[in-house]
């Protein structure tokens, strides 16, 4: 089973930028589909971006155009570039790895966007 580790979160002012990492060891990243969630306070866990293992990607509504999530499957690691962040952004962001309806989690990373 995969093993992954975030990193790369903080506290930024809005319209700055962040680059999540999301590191896997235990088993070859390439071949899951990894996604990118997030959670705020009071809130459920949302997807925010997917890609799958050939480098399709898909991103919600409230963040295209603002985020984008790669994959570098010789360093075994996901990323997730945000730029132009908002408060609203404000959440603990979660990696996600599936490979055949099974999934495994990051203990995620605190992104908080304020001025």
């Known amino acids: 089973q995969v093993q992954l580790v975030e990193s790369g979160g903080g506290l930024v002012q809005p319209g700055g930028s962040l680059r999540l990492s999301c590191a896997a060891s235990g088993s070859i990243l390439s071949i899951y589909n990894m996604g990118w969630y997030r959670q705020a306070p009071g809130k459920q866990r949302e997807l925010v971006a997917h890609i799958t293992s050939w480098g399709s990607t898909y991103y919600v509504p409230s963040v295209k155009g603002r985020f984008t999530i790669s994959r570098d499957d010789a360093k075994n690691t996901v990323y997730l570039q945000m730029n132009s962040l908002k408060p609203e952004d404000t959440a603990v962001y979660y990696c996600?790895?599936?490979?055949?309806?099974?999934?495994?989690w990051g203990q995620g990373t605190q992104v908080t966007v304020s001025s």
């Open positions: 996600n790895a599936v490979r055949n309806g099974v999934g495994s």
